[in-house]
C-alpha cells in the first residue's frame, strides 16, 4: 500500500462517513411505518435485480475458484435465486420487529422527585469490515435502518462483484423512498487501503464490527482505534452424554457438521461419553461419512471405529492440532470423555466461546454442562446451527459477538443500540 492509496483511502472514508452522519440524522424523526415501509422497498428492489445480482455473483465465484478458495468459504460466497429471495425475506421480518429506538429498559422516580429512564438509542455510524458473504452487505443495512444507523462497508476483495451491485440496488431504493442513499456506503473500491482508513476513522465511525476468520477479527481488533465489537471464530463441540437419545445424537451431529461446513456455527469437535462410545460411535461414523467427513479420532475412538464392519472409510489419528481447529471443511475432530467434567474441561481449553452443545436426558448433566463452560450461545439437545439470528427471532444478525461488554451472541437490533439516560426534574438543583 503507498502513501497515495493511503491518503485516497482515508479521503474516501472522510467523505463518507461524514456524508452517512448527516443522512443518519435524517431518520430520527422517522415513524417505524417509515422505517418499515423502506425495508419493503430494500426487499422487492432486491428480488427485481436477481439477475443483476447473480451475475456479478458468478463472476465472484469463478473467479474465487480460479483463485484456488476453499469448497467451504465459496459456499458462504455463492448466491442463487433462492438464497436472494431468503435474504429480501430476512428484510422483511426485521420490518416486522418491534423498533427498538426509544424503548424504555427500566426507570423509576427518585425520593427527590427526579423522574430516571434510560432508553435506546442509535449507535449513530456502524463499520462493518467482512469477508465473501454478500448477504451481510443486505442484513446490516437492514438492522442499521430499523435501529437508526447508518453503515459504511468493507466488504472484500472476494465478492466484490456482488456487494458492488447489491450497494447500488440498496442505495436507489433509500433514495426512491426520500432517504439519503448515504445511509450505506462501500469503501470496496479503495482496497485493504479503505479497510485500514475505517480501523482508524475514530471520531468519524462510532463503531466498527469485523466478521470472517480469526485473522481478519485479529487484525481489526488490534489495529482499530475506532471501538469494536468483536466477533468470534467457531471451535464449536457438542457432547454426547450418556444419558443421551442416541437416535437424535446421531441426526443432531450430521446437521451440525454437514448442514453448511463453513460457518462459524458449525459443529468441529464430538466428544463422545466412553459408556455410550461402543453404541453412538459407529452410528454416527456412518451417517457422516456417507455425506464425505473425515474423523480426526483419538485412540478410544479409534478403536471403537477401526473395529471390523464399521467401515472406516475417512478416519485419522487426531493431533493436539485438530482440537484447536475450526475446519470450516468436512473435517470434525472426536475425542471419548469420561464424564460431563472431562467434556467441559476440554471446552473451556479449547473453545473460541461461540457456541457449545449438550445432548443429554440426565438434568444434572445438562446444568454440570451449561454452567461449566463459557460461551455465547449453549444448546441443549440441539444443533450448534441454530445460533443464527434468523434462526432465534432477530430477523438478520451482524455476527455472532464472542466478547462480554456491550453484546454477545448473534446481533440483532438492539446491539446496535446504546442507552440514554432520560433524567426529568422540576427546576431540581442538587443540594
Not at 411505518?33 to 465472484?60: F, G, I, P, Y
Not at 468483536?230 to 437424535?248: F, I, K, P, Q, R
Not at 440514554?420 to 426534574?425: A, F, I, M, N, T
Amino acid at each position: 500500500m503507498t502513501h497515495d492509496d493511503a491518503e485516497r483511502a482515508a479521503l474516501l472514508v472522510t467523505e463518507a462517513a461524514t456524508a452517512a452522519r448527516r443522512a443518519q440524522r435524517q431518520l430520527a424523526p422517522l415513524t417505524r411505518q417509515d422505517k418499515d415501509a423502506a425495508l419493503h422497498a430494500l426487499a422487492d428492489a432486491l428480488v427485481d435485480a436477481t439477475d443483476r445480482v447473480l451475475a456479478a455473483n458468478a463472476e465472484d465465484t469463478a473467479r474465487a475458484r480460479a483463485q484456488g478458495m476453499s469448497e467451504g468459504l465459496i459456499d458462504r460466497l455463492a448466491l442463487d435465486a433462492g438464497r436472494l429471495a431468503a435474504i429480501a425475506a430476512a428484510v422483511r421480518e426485521i420490518a416486522a420487529l418491534p423498533d427498538p429506538v426509544g424503548e424504555i429498559i427500566d426507570g423509576q422516580t427518585l425520593p427527590n422527585g427526579l423522574r430516571v429512564r434510560r432508553r435506546r438509542v442509535p449507535l449513530g455510524v456502524v463499520g462493518m469490515i467482512y469477508e465473501a458473504r454478500p448477504n451481510v452487505t443486505v442484513d446490516v443495512t437492514a438492522l442499521a435502518l430499523k435501529s437508526g444507523n447508518a453503515v459504511i462497508l468493507r466488504g472484500g476483495s472476494a465478492a466484490e462483484a456482488t456487494n458492488a451491485v447489491i450497494v447500488k440496488v440498496l442505495r436507489a431504493a433509500l433514495a426512491g423512498c426520500g432517504l439519503s442513499p448515504d445511509l450505506v456506503a462501500t469503501v470496496d473500491p479503495a482496497g485493504r487501503a479503505g479497510a485500514r482508513a475505517l480501523m482508524r476513522a475514530r471520531g468519524l465511525v462510532d463503531v466498527l464490527v469485523p466478521r470472517g476468520g480469526a485473522g481478519l477479527i485479529k487484525t481489526v481488533v488490534e489495529t482499530s482505534s475506532v471501538p469494536v465489537i468483536e466477533t468470534g471464530s467457531g471451535n464449536c463441540h457438542v457432547y454426547v452424554d450418556a444419558s443421551a437419545d442416541l437416535e437424535d445424537a446421531v441426526g443432531i451431529i450430521v446437521n451440525a457438521k454437514t448442514q453448511r461446513v463453513g460457518v462459524c456455527n458449525a459443529a468441529e469437535t464430538l466428544l463422545v461419553h466412553e459408556a455410550v462410545a461402543d453404541a453412538f460411535l459407529p452410528r454416527a461414523a456412518r451417517a457422516l461419512w456417507e455425506r464425505g467427513v473425515t474423523l480426526h479420532a483419538d485412540d478410544a475412538a479409534r478403536a471403537v471405529l477401526a473395529a471390523p464392519g464399521t467401515g472406516a472409510d475417512a478416519l485419522v489419528a487426531a493431533t493436539e492440532e485438530d482440537w484447536a481447529t475450526e475446519y470450516g471443511s468436512l473435517d470434525l475432530a472426536v475425542r471419548v470423555v469420561a464424564d460431563v467434567h472431562e467434556a467441559t474441561e476440554h471446552v473451556r481449553r479449547y473453545s473460541t466461546g461461540h457456541t457449545e452443545a449438550v445432548l443429554a436426558q440426565d438434568l444434572r448433566v445438562v446444568n454440570d454442562f451449561t454452567t461449566g463452560v463459557d460461551c455465547a450461545v449453549v444448546m441443549v439437545n440441539a444443533s450448534t446451527r441454530f445460533t443464527d439470528g434468523s434462526q432465534l427471532g432477530l430477523g438478520a444478525e451482524l455476527g455472532i459477538s464472542t466478547q462480554k461488554l456491550h453484546a454477545r451472541g448473534p446481533m440483532g437490533l438492539a446491539a446496535l443500540t446504546t442507552t440514554q439516560w432520560l433524567v426529568e426534574g422540576e427546576g431540581h438543583v442538587r443540594p
